[in-house]
């Protein structure tokens, strides 16, 4: 007597691919929470010790793209006061450097105007306090996705 699947291996392969796609899903909704966090950190950041709107586009280029396999999937820029060209300068900024990421998921938090480094080499915070709580926050996000993987996969 010999034992016969009642599947095919498609179909293991379909059920894998649909787990993967599961576990991509939830990686984007974590790093576009990350994004939105590090943007509104940035963006909050007292003009004491980071800088002042005039025109608002250094706050306008302050955002987030998030990508997949160099593609750009989603996105989080904001136009604040007449600030059109930093939104513009802050995404140019965000493809340039996701581009380059051609494999797996990837967020890029900007702030594209040119001047932001200058303010950032005066000691200004333009976004290195959001730089630090990306590092702080993203280990506990991959832990908890580690987790619910586990889960899933034992269930």
């Given at each position: 007597?010999?034992i016969?699947?009642?599947?095919?291996?498609?179909?293991?392969?379909?059920?894998?691919?649909?787990?993967?796609?599961?576990?991509?899903?939830?990686?984007?909704?974590?790093?576009?929470?990350?994004?939105?966090m590090?943007?509104?950190?940035?963006?909050?950041?007292?003009?004491?010790?980071?800088?002042?709107?005039q025109?608002?586009n250094?706050?306008?280029?302050?955002?987030?793209?998030?990508?997949?396999n160099?593609?750009?999937?989603?996105?989080?820029?904001?136009?604040?006061?007449?600030?059109?060209?930093?939104?513009?300068?802050?995404?140019?900024?965000?493809?340039?450097?996701?581009?380059?990421?051609?494999?797996?998921?990837?967020?890029?938090?900007?702030?594209?105007?040119?001047?932001?480094?200058?303010?950032?080499?005066?000691?200004?915070?333009?976004?290195?306090?959001?730089?630090?709580?990306?590092?702080?926050?993203?280990?506990?996000?991959?832990?908890?996705?580690?987790?619910?993987?586990?889960?899933?996969?034992?269930?």
């Amino acid at each position: 007597m010999s034992i016969h699947p009642k599947f095919q291996p498609s179909d293991v392969r379909t059920r894998f691919d649909r787990f993967i796609e599961a576990i991509e899903k939830r990686q984007v909704l974590r790093l576009q929470y990350l994004g939105e966090m590090c943007v509104k950190h940035a963006r909050e950041v007292p003009a004491s010790i980071g800088f002042t709107d005039q025109t608002g586009n250094l706050r306008s280029s302050i955002g987030y793209m998030i990508f997949k396999n160099g593609v750009a999937i989603h996105e989080g820029f904001e136009q604040v006061g007449e600030g059109s060209e930093g939104v513009m300068a802050g995404q140019a900024l965000a493809k340039r450097v996701g581009s380059k990421h051609t494999e797996g998921i990837a967020l890029v938090v900007t702030a594209g105007m040119k001047y932001a480094i200058h303010l950032e080499s005066k000691g200004r915070d333009v976004l290195t306090s959001a730089e630090s709580l990306a590092k702080q926050e993203l280990p506990k996000m991959v832990e908890e996705l580690k987790k619910n993987i586990r889960k899933a996969l034992t269930e």
